[in-house]
C-alpha cells in the first residue's frame, strides 16, 4: 500500500495541481490538498497560449514512427539471433548489452555533430534517428528472447505444408509472438515519448518542439508556470494511459513470456 501511494500520490496531486488557481498554488502558507476552486484556464492557456496541440502531434510522430521502425528491426533482428548461428554472434549480443551500459548523453555531442553534417538539426528525423540507436539494441535482445521461446517445430511443420521462411514467419511464428511484439512497442513508445534531453539539443525551433522539450519551456528563469506546467503533465499522460488500458494485457503477457527461456 505504501509504495502504490508513492506511484499515485505525485500523479493526484499534478491533478488538482492543474485545477487550482495560480495564486493558491504558489501560496506557502497554506497547502491545499484539493483545489479550493476549480478552475479550467490553465488548460485554456496550456491550448491556446502554448499551442499544446502541436507538441502532442510532434510527440506522436516521432514516437508512434520511431517505436514502429523499432519494432519492425526488432522482429528481423530478434529472428536473425534466435534462428541462426553465425560467426560472432556472441559478440554482437555482448555488444548490445554493452550499449546498455553507456549514458545516452555521451552519444549526444558526437551524433549532433554528424546530424548537422546531414543537415538533420532542427528536424524530426533526427530524434528518429536517435531513438532508433538508443532503443533498439535493447528490443532486439528482448525479442530474441521471445523467439526463442517459440518451438522450432512450428516452423518445420509450416515447411512441410509448403510455406516459406518468410510465410511461416508471418503467418505462424508472428501471431503466436504477439504479446511480446506489444511490449517492444510500447517500451520504444514510451523511451521516446518521455525523452527531453535529445529534443532540447535537436530541435531549435518551437513549432518542432515535443511535449517534454515544450513544458520545460514553461521553467523560466525568475518564473515558473506551475499551473499550466501540471496540466500539460496531466496532458502528456493521458495518451499512455490510454495505450496502457488497451495493451496492459499484452504488455504483461509478452514480458512475463520473455523472461524465462525454456
Not at 516521432?62 to 534466435?82: D, N
Not at 508471418?170 to 517492444?184: T, Y
Amino acid at each position: 500500500l505504501f509504495f502504490l501511494l508513492l506511484v499515485i500520490f505525485p500523479i493526484y496531486w499534478m491533478v488538482i495541481s492543474s485545477l487550482k488557481t495560480n495564486a493558491e498554488i504558489i501560496n506557502t502558507q497554506e497547502v491545499t490538498y484539493y483545489p479550493h476552486t476549480v478552475t479550467a484556464e490553465n488548460y485554456v492557456q496550456l491550448f491556446q497560449l502554448y499551442d499544446y496541440r502541436r507538441l502532442l502531434t510532434n510527440s506522436l510522430i516521432v514516437s508512434v514512427s520511431s517505436g514502429l521502425a523499432i519494432t519492425f528491426l526488432s522482429i528481423l533482428g530478434g529472428y536473425g539471433l534466435a534462428r541462426y548461428t553465425f560467426r560472432g554472434k556472441a559478440t554482437m549480443l555482448l555488444f548490445f548489452l554493452l550499449t546498455q551500459m553507456i549514458p545516452a548523453i555521451l552519444v549526444i555531442i558526437p551524433l549532433y555533430v554528424i546530424f548537422s553534417k546531414l543537415g538533420l538539426i532542427n528536424t524530426h528525423l533526427s530524434l528518429f534517428f536517435f531513438y532508433l540507436i538508443l532503443n533498439l539494441p535493447f528490443c532486439v535482445i528482448t525479442m530474441r528472447s521471445f523467439f526463442e521461446r517459440i518451438p522450432y517445430t512450428l516452423e518445420e511443420a509450416a515447411y512441410v505444408d509448403g510455406c516459406s521462411k518468410l510465410t511461416s514467419l508471418i503467418r505462424i511464428v508472428l501471431p503466436v509472438m504477439f504479446p511480446g511484439i506489444v511490449a517492444v512497442f510500447v517500451f520504444a513508445f514510451i523511451g521516446a515519448w518521455n525523452e527531453l534531453i535529445a529534443g532540447t539539443i535537436f530541435l531549435n525551433t518551437s513549432n518542432l518542439w515535443t511535449v517534454p522539450v515544450g513544458l520545460k519551456s514553461l521553467i523560466g528563469k525568475y518564473d515558473v508556470k506551475w499551473g499550466v506546467l501540471m496540466a500539460g503533465g496531466v496532458g502528456a499522460l493521458i495518451p499512455t494511459a490510454i495505450m496502457f488500458a488497451f495493451m496492459q494485457k499484452f504488455v504483461v503477457e509478452g514480458l512475463t513470456s520473455g523472461a524465462v527461456k525454456e
